[in-house]
């Protein structure tokens, strides 16, 4: 069974840039998330996706937005790019919405470098 | 004050030994616990999975969550080379987001 899948792998912008990643979730997942990942912050939460639906959100700006599809696949996009956002972006999924009684499963997430 | 603290290490420690790793938490809310081993350039691996206080052991691997003193730990038995890797805690309560530790950086020395 195949995992999560999270493209591109590495990605480099510079400042005032946007971009866009992509989260595909292990087949048959419905909720998907993002976290962000520092070394001196750890794993922060963006948000969560349901059934194309944000279900909740971190406390982030709003630059930073996201969607899910119908097929459950999920896309997160950061306009205007600040040095700060360099970061590892991760996505999860589970079966259901999180905290329930399943726990989530995380892609190898996208490096973003800013310059 | 965070939701959930961790030591960072980092730890070092020989081939063999037991190893244990520890997180606080201030929400007592807090009823699902995890910990999770991340390779560098990897994402988090799901290692272990409780509900409420209580052991677990998968292996080598026994997860113990202390409820009243809001402490959750996990202890690795003849620790390998192979253990060597970020480990994080989480958890989270019902119908809401995973709350992350920062994780605790672990090498163990052939």
């Known amino acids: 069974k195949a995992g999560v899948t999270q493209t591109p792998r590495y990605l480099i912008k510079t400042r005032g840039q946007q971009v866009t990643l992509s989260c595909s979730p292990i087949?048959?997942?419905?909720?998907v998330s993002w976290y962000q990942q520092t070394p001196g912050q750890g794993l922060q939460f963006l948000f969560e996706?349901?059934?194309?639906?944000?279900?909740n959100k971190g406390n982030f700006p709003g630059r930073f937005s996201g969607r899910q599809f119908s097929n459950s696949r999920s896309e997160m996009n950061v306009s205007t790019l600040e040095l700060g956002d360099s970061a590892l972006y991760l996505c999860?999924?589970?079966?259901?919405?999180?905290?329930?009684?399943?726990?989530?499963?995380f892609g190898d997430g996208t490096r973003l470098s800013i310059l | 004050q965070k939701e959930v603290e961790q030591d960072p290490g980092p730890l070092s420690v020989p081939e063999g030994a037991i190893v244990s790793l520890n997180c606080t938490y201030s929400n007592s809310a807090f009823q699902y616990f995890m910990w999770y081993r991340q390779y560098s350039r990897k994402g988090p691996e799901l290692l272990m999975y409780t509900y409420s206080s209580g052991n677990k052991e998968d292996g080598r691997f026994t997860a113990q969550v202390d409820k009243s003193s809001k402490y959750i730990s996990l202890f690795i038995r003849d620790s390998q080379p192979s253990d060597s890797a970020t480990y994080l805690c989480a958890m989270s309560t019902t119908g809401n987001q995973f709350y992350f530790g920062t994780g605790t950086s672990l090498t163990v020395i052939p």
């Open positions: 996706y349901f059934s194309e639906t944000q279900r």
């Open positions: 087949s048959g997942h419905r909720s």
């Open positions: 999860a999924s589970s079966l259901i919405p999180t905290g329930g009684d399943q726990p989530q499963h």
